[in-house]
C-alpha cells in the first residue's frame, strides 16, 4: 500500500514536470518584463480609474509593472484594434468593455478588428451603471417633470455620448423610444467635452456612468435624475431607480474585462485571469473600486466567454432595433 501511494506521488510529480517543461519557455517565465493595460478612454474618466486600481495591484502580484496605456479616441475602438493586432505573448492586455467589444461589431460595417476571432477573454473584473445626468440648475427636479418638458417641446432631443456606438449612446435611445420622444446624440470625442456640455446646459442630458457622475454629482456641477441599476446606489442613495420611476425595462450597464489577442499561450492566459481575480477581490482594492462606483466581479476564463457571447447577442438585437449604422 506504501508502495502504491509513493508511486502515485511520483507519477503526480512526473506528469506535472512533464507539462511544465511541454510549455513554451515565454509561459514558464512570464512575466520577464512590464505589462502593457491598454484603456481606450482618457485620463480619470471611470475605465482609466478602474485600469489603474487593478495596475497597481497587479504589479505587486505579478512582481513587474503594469503599464496603463490609455488610447482614447472612437468608443475605444482604437485601443480594442491596438491590442487586436498586438503580440499574443501575454505583455499587451486590453480593458475591454461593452461598446467596443459587443456593440461596435454590429453598429460599424467598417470595423478595423474582429473581436470574436481577434480577442480572447481573461475575467470580467467590474461593472458599472449609469446615471441620467443633466444640468446642476436644471427646472425639473425629478424624471417625470423632465419627461413632460421634453415632449411640451415637441422636437428632438440632444443628448451628449462619449462616442457613437457606447452603451451611454444606446442608452439615450432607449430611454427616448420608451418614453416617446426623438433623441439626437451629440457625439462627443473627449469625455471632458461631454462632461462640460451637460454641466453648460448645452445638451438636454445624457447617460454618465455612476463612477464619472458621482463626484460631479456630489459637488453640485451636476443632477442625476434616476439610476439605470437594478437598485439605488449607496454612493447616490437619493437618486431612484428607473424601475422606481415607471420604466423597468431599461437595462443599461457596462462591463469590463481584460482581454488579450487571440493566439496567446493557454498557461499565460489562466496566469493573468487567477491574478486578476484575485486582484479584483483582493480587499483594498475592492473597498476603493466600489467607493470608485464599481461593482466589483472577477470571473474565470469560461464565464468571460459565456458573458462576451451573450452580449454580442443582446447588443446586436439593439442596435437592429434602433436601425443606427456607423458608417
Known amino acids: 500500500m506504501n508502495f502504491s501511494r509513493r508511486s502515485l506521488v511520483v507519477s503526480a510529480i512526473a506528469v506535472a514536470a512533464?507539462?511544465?517543461?511541454?510549455?513554451?519557455?515565454q509561459a514558464q517565465n512570464f512575466p520577464d518584463k512590464p505589462v502593457r493595460l491598454v484603456v481606450g478612454y482618457a485620463p480619470g474618466t471611470a475605465p482609466d480609474i478602474l485600469a489603474r486600481l487593478l495596475g497597481q495591484r497587479l504589479s505587486e502580484q505579478l512582481k513587474q509593472q503594469v503599464i496603463v496605456d490609455n488610447k482614447p479616441g472612437a468608443g475605444g475602438q482604437i485601443a480594442a484594434q491596438t491590442?487586436?493586432?498586438?503580440?499574443?505573448?501575454?505583455?499587451?492586455?486590453?480593458?475591454?468593455?461593452?461598446?467596443?467589444?459587443?456593440?461596435?461589431?454590429?453598429?460599424?460595417?467598417k470595423l478595423t478588428y474582429d473581436p470574436a476571432k481577434e480577442l480572447t477573454g481573461i475575467s470580467e473584473v467590474a461593472r458599472v451603471d449609469f446615471l441620467l445626468a443633466v444640468q446642476a440648475n436644471a427646472p425639473y427636479q425629478n424624471l417625470a417633470d423632465y419627461i413632460k418638458a421634453i415632449k411640451a417641446k415637441n422636437a428632438k432631443v440632444n443628448y451628449a455620448t462619449?462616442?457613437?456606438?457606447?452603451?451611454?449612446?444606446?442608452?439615450?435611445?432607449?430611454?427616448?423610444?420608451a418614453a416617446g420622444f426623438k433623441v439626437e446624440p451629440i457625439h462627443y470625442r473627449a469625455t471632458g467635452d461631454a462632461v462640460t456640455a451637460i454641466i453648460a446646459g448645452d445638451?438636454?442630458?445624457?447617460?454618465?456612468?455612476?463612477?464619472?457622475?458621482?463626484?460631479?454629482?456630489?459637488?453640485?456641477?451636476?443632477?442625476?435624475?434616476?439610476?439605470?441599476?437594478?437598485?439605488?446606489?449607496?454612493?447616490?442613495?437619493?437618486?431612484?431607480?428607473?424601475?422606481?420611476?415607471?420604466?423597468p425595462k431599461i437595462d443599461i450597464s457596462a462591463w469590463f474585462a481584460f482581454m488579450a489577442p487571440q493566439g496567446t499561450?493557454?498557461?499565460?492566459?489562466?496566469?493573468?485571469?487567477?491574478?486578476?481575480?484575485?486582484?479584483?477581490?483582493?480587499?483594498?482594492?475592492?473597498?476603493?473600486?466600489?467607493?470608485?462606483?464599481?461593482?466589483?466581479?472577477?470571473?474565470?476564463?469560461?464565464?468571460?466567454?459565456?458573458?462576451?457571447?451573450?452580449?454580442?447577442?443582446?447588443?446586436?438585437?439593439v442596435v437592429k432595433a434602433s436601425g443606427f449604422r456607423g458608417d
Request: aromatic share 8%; charged share 15%; no cysteine.
Open 18 to 25: 512533464f507539462f511544465q517543461a511541454a510549455l513554451p519557455a
Open 83 to 109: 491590442v487586436a493586432k498586438a503580440s499574443p505573448d501575454g505583455y499587451n492586455i486590453l480593458l475591454g468593455e461593452v461598446g467596443s467589444i459587443s456593440i461596435a461589431p454590429a453598429a460599424f460595417s
Open 162 to 177: 462619449f462616442g457613437a456606438g457606447t452603451s451611454g449612446h444606446f442608452g439615450a435611445e432607449m430611454f427616448g423610444e
Open 203 to 247: 445638451v438636454s442630458g445624457a447617460f454618465v456612468s455612476t463612477a464619472l457622475g458621482n463626484a460631479q454629482i456630489k459637488g453640485g456641477k451636476m443632477r442625476a435624475l434616476v439610476t439605470t441599476a437594478p437598485q439605488r446606489s449607496p454612493l447616490l442613495p437619493q437618486v431612484p431607480t428607473m424601475a422606481e420611476a415607471g420604466f
Open 265 to 317: 499561450p493557454p498557461a499565460i492566459l489562466e496566469l493573468l485571469a487567477k491574478e486578476s481575480i484575485a486582484a479584483v477581490q483582493a480587499p483594498e482594492t475592492k473597498a476603493k473600486l466600489v467607493e470608485a462606483g464599481f461593482s466589483v466581479f472577477g470571473t474565470s476564463r469560461a464565464d468571460t466567454d459565456r458573458m462576451l457571447r451573450a452580449e454580442a447577442t443582446r447588443w446586436a438585437n
